[in-house]
């Protein structure tokens, strides 16, 4: 099996859906002639024609808008928005229309569109580059939310959301795209060729949403991670030495609550970190759902390592990034406590 | 050489005058005499019609006029005349007073609190019908809550959209909407937003995938002028013109957004109708209570569309002459005389006139058809009223909350389906 980045992963999953389904189409700002400013895209438009992959105006709103109608004609649109930074004037689309399509009409009327878009901090993108914006969208309900932390992951969960009969809201790590990325800004990049998922079949396969994965099994306490942080707490637990539990969500909504509660009812102790800011991040309901499901069966209170509650600040990146050492200083809490 | 800023000359010693902010003003106050001196007439007949193939900028300069074909006579005059059968004239005149017998019944019933809420489109009708009729059967609407005449028009039972109103036991959208946003896709109707402006550029993606497929269907889509404000119209109009979407984009000014007259959207300084010019888009400027006029406009895009020449914008010059909705009073910002005095009369009676002047009506058959079609509508509410109301239900089972949320129920809802116990 080939190595591939999570570009090209991401790549590969959205030419085998083009090459597999008619109704596939491809949008978005420099997606198509260019590749993307990623070049997630690329060759795609060369490969499958320009109908099928396109360049929009600059109006994500605009966007999301089409591919309601598109969803509703029967195609099933797949969107770029270059970074999620840029998505909220698509909210109104996705939250009003998109997302509550099915239900208000009885039914008769659903937007199976994917939206993707590049996320999180790492490369300097200053506060409109670097945001992690899953919360606004996992508290909506009729959406699906999908963070994937790996290529082999990254090309299966794709897959699923463009099949999928339901909206989905697809988060790409920007600061993974080519390279596992362990926190250490310092260090020199890692390519993703010698990591094992980078092992990625050039077909179809598909990795269910709504499916966590335990990436490093643990005995002492329980991680909750998804995106770059799976990395960031595999590197935490290593350099502290402890014996952590670490899953990765995958998928934020539709969520795998058995595999969390299964996971802290083993360990009795649970952190979860992530890098968007704090206050009402996915993490608040991640607490609330191992406080529901765990009471019992916790040791110690649950431990948050989250982005702070400001703005991503350009100079100040790796002072608000939670880094290995504070998601470290996380888990010795949760030791303690 | 540049000069230094303190030679130059101070603002304020200047003769310019101080700056004054301009705020639209409002209509007559109710008491006032109704004032509709900035609706200029047009003679019926004199506007030109371009061929359905000219390019964009040809009909630019019909953004400032109104095309009209029933004159005060209820004469068809001009190059616009659609030149219908008799048949097909009673048909839509018939379908406007059926919508009218509608809202008039349905408002009766929010009243008597069978429902919480409803909208009629009184003094619009022709906007929703005559389209209709210009429109094939299958070409996809995506409506405001002032179109139910598209579904009238379209034969769709008037029973399955007084169970929507009253959210019953046979309401297809099983008590989750609001009344009046209705949604059949059998009828080529696309689920009415509550968003204002949501389904404008909504219709130019699903254009777009009807080009995509080479399909021979086209959308069509309505706005209020009110709503024009909103970036989902000029999305609209962008991605219609970059991609020529086979779209129909329909603003209706009814001149009134609740309470806010059309000069507030921005109607003071332009008409509705050039917002198309600096999108290369066609444009028709039509008046809305002429079901002639209205028809011909509508073919005409819709034509055009289908040909591959791209989207039209149409605005329709007509009046709300009800309330916004039972939830609004007119009276309390604007004369109540004022619906009386619109220039452009009223749709229905225009459309009679001009039956009856070619000798194919007359006032008794007129007489006859409102008196059965109140019957007709006292009939399908009765039955609709057995299958329940909002106040007295019976409703959907509280279950059916949890579902299509989602296509599969997840967890989560389950869950939550099991905490309120049923």
């Known amino acids: ?337 | 050489m540049e000069k230094a800023i303190d030679q130059l000359p101070d603002a304020t010693e200047a003769a310019a005058p101080r700056l004054a902010l301009h705020i639209p003003p409002h209509h007559p106050a109710p008491g006032e005499r109704p004032d509709f001196g900035y609706v200029r007439r047009y003679a019926a007949g004199v506007t030109e019609r371009p061929s359905t193939d000219v390019p964009a900028q040809a009909t630019h300069e019909l953004a400032y006029h109104l095309i009209r074909v029933l004159d005060d006579d209820g004469a068809a005059v001009g190059a616009w005349d659609p030149k219908l059968d008799p048949e097909t004239l009673r048909r839509g005149l018939r379908a406007m007073m059926l919508t009218r017998a509608y809202d008039d019944r349905m408002m009766r019933a929010q009243r008597q609190g069978k429902t919480s809420f409803y909208m009629k489109c009184t003094g619009e009708e022709a906007v929703a019908v005559a389209q209709a009729f210009a429109l094939a059967p299958d070409d996809m609407a995506f409506p405001t809550y002032r179109q139910q005449g598209i579904l009238i028009a379209r034969g769709w039972p008037l029973l399955d959209m007084m169970c929507q109103c009253y959210s019953n036991a046979h309401d297809r959208l099983k008590g989750r909407q609001l009344p009046v946003l209705y949604s059949a896709r059998e009828a080529a109707f696309f689920s009415i937003a509550g968003n204002l402006g949501n389904q404008f550029p909504q219709a130019v993606g699903w254009a777009m995938a009807s080009a995509y497929k080479g399909d021979h269907r086209i959308a069509v889509s309505w706005i209020g002028e009110g709503s024009t404000a909103e970036p989902d119209f000029h999305h609209a109009l962008t991605f219609a013109s970059v991609y020529r979407a086979p779209v129909v984009l329909n603003i209706v000014n009814n001149q009134w957004a609740i309470s806010s007259p059309q000069e507030v959207a921005g109607g003071e300084e332009a008409t509705f109708a050039a917002r198309a010019i600096g999108f290369g888009l066609a444009c028709l400027r039509v008046d809305g209570n002429d079901f002639l006029a209205v028809y011909a406009a509508t073919r005409w895009a819709a034509e055009r569309a289908r040909a591959n020449h791209g989207a039209t914008l149409i605005e329709l010059f007509t009046y709300r002459a009800g309330p916004h909705s039972t939830s609004d009073d007119p009276n309390r910002y604007r004369p109540e005389e004022e619906g009386k005095e619109w220039p452009l009369g009223d749709p229905v009676e225009r459309l009679s006139r001009h039956l009856i002047r070619a000798g194919e009506w007359s006032a008794e058959r007129q007489a006859q058809l409102t008196s059965s079609l109140a019957d007709e509508v006292r009939d399908a509410a009765r039955e609709a009223e057995t299958y329940g109301t909002l106040d007295e239900g019976p409703h959907f089972s509280a279950k059916t909350m949890f579902e299509d949320v989602f296509k599969e129920v997840p967890w989560h809802l389950r869950r939550q389906r099991q905490e309120l116990g049923v």
Not at chain 1, 49 to 70: K, Q
Not at chain 1, 90 to 115: C, H, K, M, N
Not at chain 1, 232 to 260: M, N, Q, S, Y
Request: hydrophobic residues 40%.
């Open chain 1, 1 to 337: 099996m080939p190595a591939m980045t999570m570009v090209q992963a991401l790549n590969s999953a959205m030419d085998v859906m083009l090459g597999r389904d008619p109704d596939v189409v491809i949008f978005g700002e420099d997606v198509g002639f260019y590749g993307g400013v990623f070049r997630v895209t690329d060759g795609l438009q060369k490969k499958h024609g320009e109908s099928r992959v396109f360049d929009t105006p600059i109006a994500e709103g605009g966007m999301l808008a089409v591919a309601v109608g598109m969803g509703a004609y029967g195609l099933r649109p797949i969107v770029e928005v270059q970074f999620a930074d840029y998505i909220y004037p698509a909210t109104d689309q996705l939250i009003s229309a998109a997302a509550r399509l099915r239900y208000r009409s009885g039914g008769e009327f659903w937007a199976p569109l994917t939206v993707r878009a590049p996320c999180g901090g790492g490369i300097f993108g200053g506060q409109t580059h670097s945001q992690s914006v899953e919360a606004i969208f996992t508290h909506v309900c009729g959406l699906k939310t999908v963070v994937p932390s790996n290529p082999y992951d990254a090309k299966g969960l794709l897959i699923s959301a463009i099949e999928d009969d339901d909206p989905v809201v697809f988060f790409e790590p920007k600061r993974l795209y080519n390279g596992p990325f362990d926190g250490h800004p310092e260090r020199p990049s890692v390519p993703w060729t010698n990591h094992p998922q980078s092992e990625v079949p050039e077909g179809h396969y598909t990795v269910p949403l709504g499916k966590a994965a335990t990436v490093r099994e643990g005995r002492a306490v329980t991680v909750l991670v998804y995106g770059t942080m799976v990395h960031v707490a595999l590197a935490a637990a290593e350099e502290a030495g402890i014996d952590a539990e670490i899953i990765d969500l995958r998928t934020l909504l539709p969520l795998d609550i058995e595999a969390i509660v299964a996971s802290v009812r083993k360990t009795g102790r649970c952190v979860i970190a992530h890098e968007a800011t704090r206050t009402c991040g996915f993490g608040a309901e991640l607490t609330a759902l191992v406080q529901e499901h765990c009471f019992y069966h916790l040791e110690a209170p649950i431990v948050r390592v989250a982005g702070w509650d400001t703005p991503y600040p350009h100079a100040l990146e790796w002072a608000y990034f939670p880094g290995p050492a504070r998601v470290a200083d996380g888990l010795r809490r949760a030791l303690e406590g």
